[in-house]
């Protein structure tokens, strides 16, 4: 017989590596800021719903909410840069839970007031204390996770804040019903919840050695590479845009009902939770300038396949294929970044990279919807042209990246 020591030792099984890879080997800290951006996310419910708001609820003209909702995007360009600027000066985690308590005062305030001067400025109040924890939040995981993994960390903190918005989209429709003020409420108390779980849970990564260390935003200014990965990033926003502001206008064009929309975005939202999870740890391994430059070429490809578009299933199909490409590029145009940034100026690189996104909410809508009034087919070419740029262009700054990258590493 065989004793038990000389049993055989069972195959090892396979759910638990297939984990491994995925999940396994990131520090705690960085699974409590994970923990906290979704829960976050899960009560964003103010920002999607506000136009709605301010139309239905406090009577404001179309025209007249355009403008207070562009006041609202000029706010968050500048809670990016200030935000990126108190990350590195006072510290990731006080500027994370800071800018987390400021928005949860914000939203409680606009949800009261009826005064529409006190609302606009309110709006725009709101718009600088909204965005204000990005930059810290970036810096913070790039300081947590060292190079390595800092792809497959930033990927699966973009599945976790989209799994999150998915179900807020859903609550707040249903919730607005009862009342805006339930959209208030809940989008305060998770913004509190995320800044009181990040303050309890990650240590401050600031070392003090950073208050010596010069540099500021000019220093980041004439950073050649980084500011070009950001106009990168801001075409690749511009393009992303239209998802929210052309595609459903081009949709009711072609006789489609709102619902046909909800069910494209759905999709949107439904792939990159089913393939993020699946890919991640791939794309960690590849070259990010590369893989950037791939991603924004399968984004201008989907939207240049929507001039040809005219059911539902179509429109649909086209957003499958852009929603691959959002995956690619979400994965590594963060941790390109980080590598760029010196460890002592990673929030205002990281503030950067935010307003190339503020900007493009503002540029993109009027852009998009100007061409589709040229011709139903024009955005979509510029969408394609426009992602074809910002491809060469990644990997044109190919070379300088991973030179950088090796230096971080």
């Known amino acids: 017989m065989t004793s038990v020591d000389e049993m055989p030792a069972p195959p090892p099984t396979r759910l638990p590596a297939f984990l491994h890879t995925r999940v396994g080997g990131l520090p705690r800290g960085f699974w409590a800021l994970w923990t906290g951006s979704f829960v ?40 990016q840069v200030v935000g990126g600027v108190l990350a ?17 005062a914000a939203m409680l305030a606009l949800g009261y007031t009826t005064a529409t001067p006190v609302l606009i400025v309110l709006v725009f109040v709101l718009g600088l204390t909204i965005d204000a924890f990005r930059p810290a939040s970036q810096a913070l995981l790039a300081d947590l996770v060292g190079p390595a993994e800092r792809t497959r960390a930033f990927g699966l903190l973009f ?25 208030f409420w809940i989008d305060a108390a998770t913004s509190v919840m995320c800044g009181v779980l990040v303050w309890r849970a990650v240590p401050e990564t600031r070392g003090r050695r950073a208050e010596r260390e010069p540099g500021g935003l000019v220093d980041v200014l004439r950073d050649r590479v980084a500011v070009a990965s950001v106009l990168v990033v801001l075409c690749y926003g511009i393009v992303y845009m239209q998802s929210y502001s052309t595609l459903p206008l081009a949709m009711r064009h072609a006789g489609l009902p709102p619902s046909a929309y909800g069910f494209a975005m759905a999709l949107n939202g439904i792939g990159i939770v089913v393939v993020q999870p699946l890919i991640g740890a791939w794309l960690g391994r590849r070259d990010h300038s590369r893989v950037l430059a791939a991603g924004t070429a ?16 179509a429109f649909a199909a086209t957003v499958l294929v852009w929603t691959l490409g959002e995956v ?23 503030g ?13 809508p009027p852009l998009g919807g100007g061409l589709l009034g ?36």
């Open 328 to 350: 690619l590029f979400a994965a590594v145009s963060t941790a390109i970044i980080a590598d760029l940034a010196p460890a002592h100026l990673r929030g205002r690189y990281s």
């Open 298 to 313: 399968v984004v201008g490809a989907g939207f240049g396949l929507t001039a040809f578009a005219s059911s539902g299933w």
């Open 88 to 104: 590195d000066r006072v510290g990731r985690r006080a500027t994370l839970t800071g800018g987390m308590l400021a928005t949860a």
């Open 352 to 364: 950067l990279y935010g307003t190339a996104f503020a900007a493009a909410s503002l540029l993109g």
């Open 40 to 79: 976050n996310r899960l009560g964003t419910m103010v920002e999607p719903f506000l136009a709605f708001y301010l139309t239905g609820v406090r009577g404001l003209s179309a025209g007249a909410t355009g403008l207070v909702l562009a006041l609202f995007g000029l706010g968050s360009i500048i809670s």
């Open 374 to 409: 040229l011709a139903p087919w024009s955005p979509w070419l510029a969408c394609a042209v426009l992602c074809g740029v910002a491809a060469c262009g990644a990997l044109a700054l190919g070379p300088a990246v991973r030179r950088r990258r090796v230096l971080a590493a």
């Open 159 to 183: 599945w976790a804040i989209n799994l999150g918005f998915a179900v807020a989209m859903v609550l707040g429709g249903t919730l607005s019903r009862a009342g805006f003020s339930w959209l």
